[in-house]
């Protein structure tokens, strides 16, 4: 651990604890070295009764594996309010005691440095850390910042800030790309959370990951670093897809793409990107490292203007769910892969219970049906131009009548005020769609129509995959229809996607095993 040449090639995995007692702290050490992280942080400022020297004893004493020591006093944004003077005692006695990191602010490293030679040869290693509140905000420039903690001498520097835009992380890519000695830097909340994510390929030495049960508001989790997104399989050369949406934490996509690129050994990783502009999104993330894109809720159509060629079913649809960055040109190449998948998931739900209308010859046994959908943005166009290709007579149901009405033309069907669907009677035996976020996490226990008409549908689909069955399902099925759920439609567009990120062949029995048990 001691070695920076072996530091600055391999990113650690470390697990910020702020435990409130020692006994606490030593618990939470075991357990994180049990669910895989490679050190601690330990918080002192956020234990209630501290004695220096005996507790750190205790603490150093008893570590099953290496610990950075921070003690953040509140002019810093830490809990610690005491004497200075005290507080820098116990980081040195830390450092005495063989705490493998010890942890400075940059406002007081230099002189700290100095007086305790701790610049010069010593088992332990000092990070010299800063927080920065807004990264477009900074007066100073940030490459001037890290020369400015380079200076003090710092075995390690560690820049942490806020981000208003996903886009702001660009600049701490860069840095990472770019620094001269080792260097921790991420952004926190939610838009952040791709600097976590990334922060190996980009030559980050340190990422930061919470405890099972003691989420911590802003990191992933170390299981999710570990199984899902493999961090310790990322390198320069690792291409980044992504999940574009607005939200974005209900994405399953990543328990689903990494395992199955390290399944068949493509050297990729699937991230979530809060995006709120893409138009700046699109003109900052250029790079050939961002090679594609999954598009969710609400971009599936605004995206298209971003893109440079359009397949021609995606086009037809006038929505896009898939992005490929083209190697040869760099063109963003949009497509569709979510109107095959949702009704072809239909489609063999009713083959499955041999409702095909009794007639083995029809092309589909959506044919001739009526089919109730509601919701007519991205997800909605799909279901909709899928039914159309299979025959059924759409009705389309939408808050904002003029897209239903534009897209129940494009489809030659009907359309109606959202409103009405509260009293709406479909004909018996008829498919009913929810393209709506209506029933996604958190609201789960909303439905899109009333209750009692559920018995009416042969089938109801439900596009939401987040809870798998969702109370619409859940009624329907009460009701004795035969339901569909959106993980079936997420599954196979998800394989879909694959093929066109790949270039490959998706191996779709590994994906769907994975969906059954994880989702």
């Not at 020369?147 to 390690?156: D, K, P, V, Y």
């Not at 660009?170 to 770019?178: E, N, P, Q, R, V």
């Not at 996509?253 to 493509?266: A, D, E, S």
């Not at 149901?397 to 479909?426: C, H, M, T, W």
Request: net charge negative; aromatic share 8%; charged share 20%.
């Amino acid at each position: 651990m001691g070695s920076l040449g072996v530091l600055r090639k391999t990113t650690m995995v470390c697990v910020p604890l702020m435990s409130h007692s020692v006994e606490q702290l030593v618990g939470d050490m075991f357990q994180a070295k049990n669910e895989g992280a490679d050190l601690v942080e330990i918080r002192l400022d956020f234990l209630k009764e501290f004695d220096p020297v005996k507790d750190l004893r205790t603490i150093v004493g008893c570590r099953p594996l290496p610990v950075v020591v921070v003690y953040r006093p509140k002019w810093d944004g830490g809990l610690y309010d005491g004497d200075e003077k005290s507080r820098l005692e116990a980081l040195m006695l830390a450092k005495e005691l063989g705490a493998e990191y010890i942890d400075l602010e940059l406002q007081v490293a230099s002189d700290i440095m100095e007086e305790h030679k701790l610049g010069q040869q010593s088992s332990s290693k000092i990070i010299v850390s800063c927080f920065v509140d807004r990264i477009t905000s900074l007066k100073e420039d940030l490459s001037h910042l890290v020369t400015r903690m380079q200076s003090t001498g710092a075995h390690i520097i560690k820049l942490v800030a806020t981000a208003a835009d996903i886009t702001e992380l660009s600049k701490i890519f860069h840095l990472l790309s770019h620094c001269q000695i080792p260097l921790i830097a991420y952004s926190t909340g939610e838009r952040g959370l791709i600097s976590h994510l990334l922060g190996p390929k980009f030559g980050g030495v340190i990422v930061y990951g919470s405890l099972e049960g003691k989420q911590v508001a802003g990191l992933p989790t170390l299981a999710s670093l570990r199984e899902a997104y493999g961090v310790e399989n990322i390198d320069a050369d690792t291409k980044v897809f992504g999940l574009i949406s607005k939200p974005v934490s209900h994405s399953k996509g990543p328990i689903l793409h990494n395992p199955t690129f390290r399944h068949v050994g493509f050297n990729g990783v699937y991230v979530p990107m809060f995006v709120d502009d893409l138009k700046q999104f699109f003109n900052v993330y250029q790079s050939p490292d961002f090679a594609g894109y999954s598009v969710g809720i609400p971009y599936k159509e605004a995206v298209m203007e971003f893109c440079d060629e359009v397949h021609p079913l995606a086009q037809s649809i006038g929505a896009v769910n898939t992005i490929v960055k083209r190697h040869s040109d760099g063109k963003l190449i949009g497509y569709n892969t979510d109107c095959e998948a949702s009704i072809t998931a239909i489609e063999d739900a009713l083959k499955a219970r041999g409702l095909v209308n009794g007639e083995a010859s029809l092309p589909s046994p959506l044919t001739g049906k009526q089919f109730v959908l509601a919701g007519a943005g991205g997800a909605g166009r799909a279901l909709s131009f899928g039914a159309k290709s299979r025959g059924a007579r759409v009705i389309v149901f939408d808050i904002d009548y003029d897209r239903a009405k534009s897209l129940a033309q494009a489809v030659s069907g009907e359309a109606r005020p959202f409103e009405e669907l509260a009293n709406f009677k479909p004909e018996k035996g008829a498919v009913l769609a929810n393209a709506t976020p209506i029933g996604m996490h958190p609201n789960k226990n909303r439905i899109p129509v009333p209750e009692e008409t559920l018995r009416d549908y042969s089938v109801v689909f439900d596009a939401v995959y987040t809870p798998r069955k969702t109370t619409l399902l859940t009624d329907a099925e009460a009701a004795g229809a035969i339901i569909v759920s959106g993980v079936e439609m997420f599954l196979r567009q998800a394989v879909g996607q694959f093929n066109l990120f790949t270039g490959g062949k998706a191996p779709e029995e590994f994906m769907r095993e994975i969906v059954l048990s994880k989702f």
